[in-house]
Structure formats: structure tokens, C-alpha cells
């Protein structure tokens, strides 16, 4: 798993071009598994959406540039081009000629907007399917979820 690390270069140079913006700490915002058979660009309109549902991400929030981001995470622009265009189909991003994409102003809300449970869902599956893959009783399953929940709230 690549996490984008504040101290990479592409990364200082974008949060330095966004001081005046809503300050976001890049660095525990997005990541890819590149080994998951989830597409990568699927991995990351995932983040976003849980992001802005959970309001770390606000309107108005400005993200890194395509090439920025995918510098950062080592992987194709490409990617992260097709992952920005979803979320901006979806309403969620906006596209502003000449300059980085934001958070829409109306992002989350409305009756077609997922609910935080249907964003958490097909991230449980998976560690259900894993879970079951690796015989390992619900008990203990639901133990180290607990665990590492506890774990992120007070860290």
C-alpha cells in the first residue's frame, strides 16, 4: 500500500501552490493497494467519496493535480485522470478551466447521495470474503475490527 507522503516533493510544491485554501493533510488522505484486484482508479473514487461523506474534504477543497497525485502515489496519471473524471460525472468534483479540481459545492446531498453506510459496504465485503478465504471465526474477525477502529480513533 502506497500512502502520499507529505514530504514528497510533488506533494510540498502543491500544498505550497494551496496555502490559501482550507488546509488538508495530504499526507493520510489517499493511498493505493496496487496488489488488490480492485482498480486502482476504483480504489481512489472510493476514498473520496468516504472523504468528503465524512467531511474531511469540504466544498471548496482543492485537490492535488492529476500529475501531482500520481507522482505521489506512482502511478499512471492516467489513473487518477479517470478516477477525477467519475467523481466529477458524479457531481462531485468540479472541473475549473486552468486550474486544479475541488470539491463540488453541493457534494454529498440530495436524494441520489450514498448514504456512509453504502460507501462502507463494498470495503466490508472484501475483508469478509477475506476473512472467510482465511478460516478465521467471525469472533476474532470482528475483534480486530473493533481493534483497529479503536486504535485509528485515538491515534
Known sequence: MRIVDSADPAVLQWLHAHARSREVTVARLLSVAPNSSE??????VGQVRRLVSGGQLIAGD???SVRCLARALDVNPM???KAFSLLAAEGLLTRRRGLAMAVAERCGHGPDAPRD???LRPTLERAVREALELRLPPGRA???FKQILSERQSG
Open 62 to 64: 482543492v485537490l492535488p
Open 79 to 81: 489513473t487518477v485522470s
Open 117 to 119: 453506510i453504502d460507501l
Open 142 to 144: 470482528l475483534t480486530l
Open 39 to 44: 482498480p486502482i482508479y476504483l480504489q481512489l
